[in-house]
């Protein structure tokens, strides 16, 4: 985990544990990162939780990614097991949780628990935890006492390699409702914010740019439909061929560019705002398993702060996004059917606001990290 990139992985992991510590638990994480770096150990607060930042010796191995990355990673363990025993001597420690399987994350937890004799819990939030090193998945499985996922998909998936269903507990992801709400910004915040775009109808997307080919190719038929709306697209990605400047190049080649404002990364405060001055929000998974088997927190997100979403119908979204009645689901490889429900949407304010703020009751009651975090403890007291 990058500590400097504060989305997915981040977010679970500092949401579920900070509400843990909220709840009167004493949390300690280890981040292990793959480049060497002076100093090793560096001890940190963020988000209010203790952090211990570890990184490899120098002695050569240079690079962040395949097998150096993983050799750098195996670099840390003397010294993640070193730091650990301090906190296990001082504080003593019931559970040891490593979020994904994998030689930055399971492997260490894993020496630590047999060396200490304390429960190890594993938390699988997606498919890239299936292509780590196979004998690290398949012993990280294995020796965890118990197994969290973020959805019913991952579960399955789990049952098909012969896991116990007693092993496995689904906690979904959640929502900061202190920030994501319809209250977190006035109206005439929001009112300027609008006026900024100069649009009649604004369509948001916050999150990782994983595939925006949908929104792009539907947008045609929206603005042939509704000439003065913007898309308002927020985020970036680490992959040069998903990043920002590729999705932007995409839309100047299609003619849409007056259409489109990218703003990129942005803190996540002042996300809520944007999200409070759009009409409808969108996302656009590919009907593929990496993303059939997802959580996205960006959907939580939208709809905490009472907004009606068109998505495409893949296996978990359509979980979360009742068709017709928090928003609009799409044949994931018809562009048009995706732009017939957003001006849908963008012209029926009525049908629009009701959707938002049903689909906000939804969120509240079902998704907030204080709640998931009670039953995680619930869950843990069992062990």
């Not at 927190?297 to 495409?312: D, F, H, N, S």
Request: glycine letters at 6%; aromatic letters at 10%; a positive charge.
């Amino acid at each position: 985990m990058d500590l400097e990139n504060k989305w997915g992985d981040y977010t679970r992991i500092f949401s579920l544990m900070g509400s843990l510590q909220k709840r009167g638990h004493k949390i300690f994480v280890f981040v292990i990162r793959p480049n060497p770096k002076k100093p090793r150990i560096t001890h940190l607060k963020e988000n209010g939780l203790d952090v211990i930042e570890i990184h490899p010796p120098s002695i050569g191995i240079s690079g962040k990614k395949g097998i150096s990355r993983h050799l750098n990673y195996l670099l840390c363990i003397p010294t993640i097991q070193k730091e650990a025993s301090k906190i296990i001597e001082k504080h003593g420690i019931d559970f040891v949780y490593s979020y994904m399987p994998g030689t930055g994350s399971s492997v260490p937890a894993m020496r630590i628990c047999s060396k200490h004799k304390i429960p190890f819990v594993l938390d699988l939030a997606d498919m890239y935890g299936m292509i780590r090193p196979k004998s690290v998945i398949d012993k990280s499985f294995k020796n965890a006492d118990k197994i969290i996922v973020i959805t019913n998909y991952l579960k399955d998936i789990l049952l098909t390699k012969g896991i116990s269903e007693s092993k496995i507990q689904i906690i979904p992801n959640g929502v900061d409702l202190g920030m994501f709400n319809q209250d977190v910004c006035s109206y005439d915040e929001v009112k300027k914010i609008r006026q900024r775009f100069q649009s009649d109808k604004i369509i948001v997307f916050a999150g990782s740019l994983q595939d925006l080919n949908m929104i792009i190719d539907s947008a045609k038929y929206v603005i042939k439909q509704i000439p003065n709306s913007k898309f308002v697209i927020i985020g970036d990605h680490r992959d040069p061929l998903r990043s920002k400047s590729m999705w932007e190049k995409k839309v100047l080649e299609k003619n849409l560019a007056d259409h489109f404002i990218f703003l990129g990364r942005l803190p996540r405060d002042e996300i809520p705002k944007y999200i409070l001055s759009a009409d409808v929000c969108l996302d656009s998974f590919p009907n593929e398993p990496y993303y059939a088997a997802a959580h996205p927190i960006k959907l939580l997100e939208y709809g905490a702060c009472g907004k009606p979403v068109v998505a495409t119908k893949v296996e978990e979204t359509e979980k979360i996004i009742i068709h017709e009645k928090y928003g609009f689901l799409s044949n994931p490889y018809d562009p048009n059917e995706y732009a017939n429900y957003l001006v849908t949407l963008l012209i029926d304010s009525n049908l629009a606001k009701s959707m938002g703020e049903s689909f906000s009751e939804y969120i509240q009651r079902e998704f907030d990290w204080n709640y998931l975090s009670e039953k995680f403890e619930k869950y843990l007291s069992k062990l």
